[in-house]
């Protein structure tokens, strides 16, 4: 018989955010709204808007609680 290595499972590794949306994650987990995180970077609330709509669909989040949670695990 063979020695079968088993590992315990892990969660995969979040997927890389962009500096910007790093940004706009880290004012939005600091309770942020949209209009107020658009004018500290300079940008429109639709762009901030894709922005966050991006970093859900990265991370597989689907609530600003959850933005949050991962925002503190990321260090941001």
Do not use: C
């Amino acid at each position: 018989m063979s020695a079968t290595l088993v590992t315990p499972h892990t969660e995969a590794p979040a997927p890389a955010l962009a500096p910007r949306e790093r940004e706009t994650l880290r004012h939005i987990a600091a309770g942020r709204t949209y209009l107020q995180t658009a004018r500290h970077m300079g940008l429109s609330t639709h762009t901030v808007d894709a922005y966050l709509r991006r970093i859900r669909a990265k991370l597989n989040i689907t609530n600003t609680a959850e933005l949050t949670r991962m925002a503190i695990s990321l260090g941001l």
